[in-house]
């Protein structure tokens, strides 16, 4: 069974940084594409950062030059380092895998997705 366990979150103030881990089991992702999604209350889920295999990276426009995702395929793991936090940036974290190779900005494209975890930037 394919699990993906996110851990990290937390409350910083705006400034402040965070570092989002999201471990999979079940199944090596090594040669697959991982992401990172997020979604505040009352918003629909949006694509944050997306990662190949092989390290081509992807990132939504709103989080470009503070977040910076990375993966360790000997750990089967992705992490997503968030820095410049903003309020804005409020929201659960999800932790996504997919079946594909290219870094994916949709969430049909994912097959696997975590039960995320709450990042809260306070003012």
């Known amino acids: 069974q394919v699990q993906l366990v996110e851990s990290g979150g937390g409350l910083v103030q705006a400034g402040g940084s965070l570092r989002l881990s999201c471990a999979a089991s079940g199944r090596t992702f090594s040669g697959n594409a991982m992401g990172w999604f997020r979604q505040a209350p009352g918003m629909e889920r949006e694509f944050v950062a997306a990662?190949?295999?092989?390290?081509?990276?992807a990132y939504a426009d709103s989080v470009k030059g503070r977040f910076t995702i990375s993966r360790d395929n000997a750990k089967n793991t992705v992490y997503l380092q968030m820095n410049s936090l903003k309020p804005e940036d409020t929201a659960i974290y999800y932790c996504a895998a997919s079946l594909m190779v290219a870094p994916l900005r949709r969430e049909y494209e994912y097959h696997y997705w975590g039960q995320g975890t709450q990042v809260t930037v306070s003012s």
């Open positions: 990662i190949t295999w092989n390290g081509n990276t």
